[in-house]
């Protein structure tokens, strides 16, 4: 199986930078696109930004010019560099990961996409 795991939310000053992590285990033959999504309170699960395996990059309207997406394939990671941060931006933060190949326990391949477990991160004003 494939597991995604973040790290690096927590409680920052508007104006301030956080910077988002997220490997990938499991037996992963290669992984299409990473990204990062956010969910708000009330609100619906919104594409932050994203990065494909050959290094293409999107972002959403708002966060361009202040969040960086990038990823290291060897170490099945992808960061978020989040900078200038409003407290709009507050919000849970998962990690994405699209059409991952890996191998099954009897050897069998398998495609599917994945989801971290989300990391809050919490924007002061």
């Known amino acids: 199986q494939v597991q995604l795991v973040e790290s690096g939310g927590g409680l920052v000053q508007a104006g301030g930078s956080l910077r988002l992590s997220c490997v990938a285990s499991?037996?992963?033959?290669?992984?299409?696109?990473m990204g990062w999504y956010r969910q708000a309170p009330g609100k619906e699960r919104e594409m932050v930004a994203a990065?494909?395996?050959?290094?293409?990059?999107n972002y959403e309207d708002s966060v361009k010019g202040r969040f960086a997406v990038s990823r290291d394939n060897a170490k099945k990671m992808v960061f978020l560099q989040m900078n200038s941060l409003k407290p709009e931006d507050t919000a849970v933060y998962y990690c994405?990961?699209?059409?991952?190949?890996?191998?099954?326990?009897?050897?069998?391949?398998?495609?599917?996409?994945?989801w971290g477990q989300g990391t809050q991160v919490t924007v002061s004003s």
């Open positions: 994405n990961a699209d059409r991952v190949q890996f191998v099954g326990p009897l050897g069998a391949r398998y495609t599917a996409d994945y």
């Open positions: 499991g037996r992963i033959l290669s992984t299409n696109t």
């Open positions: 990065v494909t395996s050959g290094g293409s990059t």
